[in-house]
């Protein structure tokens, strides 16, 4: 194990930030970047106070050749970690990016699934086809129902797929040697569609209201209203879409170099009140799916998913803090 691999476990294992260590060290966090990254090494004296720090000596950080039971030995982390191989790094990293498409579709299935309903009800409704607000309600809801079962089905095999590697997401883990070095030169590689496919998708979120006002603009025709609302979920399932696959792709890298969302620190934070995401968004579902089907306003009731997750925070923290004060 090299120099810079030493560094980045050993700062883990104390469940340190790059920015942590870099105030330890008194050098910038760019530096401790580079020291991960085997782009520079630091000098003899900051050798020494990485040592002191780690609580190792500095023969175990100059020499490649000590065995990685030195460092279990010297370590100050009291919990079990997981050792993660090239080989498993990479064979996560090709099977996320392959869900991250899947699922991306599954989420789209789910908003475009009410369309057909909506469609044909307000066609049936305006006599622009000749056909029963029954069979319009029947056929719109078969086509919803297919559609969420699609996602549904797509969403069981891609967890199914990825089930072996579940602990990268909730345990702390180790890498092995050029582990880290690839995961980051794959990441940087990916920086630009990341950044490029979030943008684009935000933008498409944001603007999948324009042709509800367009329609409210230029026409009074109840008809064009619907089919407005109809193309509204369209643009929204493309912008979701291309958040979701996206995002997923950029939290593989980051399970796999503990970082943002996937640090030790949130890995914790999550065993404690990961129930609290997965309780609040099975109540909204529900609420959803109640509403829509009493009320029959599925033009109406996609507002539950926007409103939701602006609340979803205040609501997290909420429930935090009550489980602290109460125990």
Request: glycine share 6%; hydrophobic share 50%; with cysteine.
């Amino acid at each position: 194990m090299i120099l810079a691999d030493k560094i980045m476990e050993l700062r883990k294992k104390n469940g340190w930030s790059q920015e942590e260590l870099a105030e330890k060290m008194d050098v910038s966090r760019q530096s401790i970047s580079k020291w991960e990254g085997a782009q520079s090494v630091p000098d003899m004296g900051r050798i020494v106070r990485l040592s002191e720090l780690f609580g190792v000596s500095t023969d175990y950080l100059l020499k490649d050749d000590m065995e990685r039971e030195e460092l279990i030995q010297v370590g100050t982390a009291d919990e079990t970690v997981r050792m993660v191989s090239l080989e498993e790094a990479n064979t996560f990293l090709d099977i996320r990016a392959e869900n991250a498409v899947r699922v991306a579709v599954g989420v789209m299935l789910c908003i475009l699934s009410p369309i057909a309903l909506i469609l044909l009800g307000g066609a049936a409704a305006t006599g622009k086809l000749a056909i029963s607000d029954y069979q319009a309600t029947g056929i719109g809801l078969t086509v919803l129902l297919l559609m969420v079962g699609g996602a549904v089905a797509i969403f069981v095999t891609s967890s199914i797929r990825a089930n072996c590697f579940e602990y990268l997401e909730k345990e702390p883990i180790e890498t092995l040697y050029g582990v880290s070095g690839m995961v980051r030169e794959r990441k940087s590689k990916f920086q630009s569609v990341y950044t490029s496919q979030l943008t684009i998708g935000i933008v498409l979120c944001v603007l999948s209201a324009m042709p509800l006002f367009i329609s409210m603009l230029f026409s009074e025709e109840e008809f064009a209203y619907i089919v407005s609302v109809c193309a509204l979920l369209a643009v929204a399932a493309v912008g979701v879409l291309l958040i979701v696959r996206s995002c997923m792709i950029w939290g593989s890298f980051q399970m796999l170099l503990e970082e943002g969302d996937y640090s030790r620190e949130a890995k914790a934070e999550s065993k404690k009140y990961g129930w609290i995401a997965t309780s609040y968004w099975m109540l909204v579902t529900a609420g959803y799916l109640a509403w829509s089907f009493i009320t029959d306003k599925w033009d109406r009731t996609w507002i539950v998913w926007p409103v939701a997750a602006v609340a979803y925070a205040a609501v997290y923290e909420i429930a935090k803090a009550l489980r602290r004060k109460n125990g």
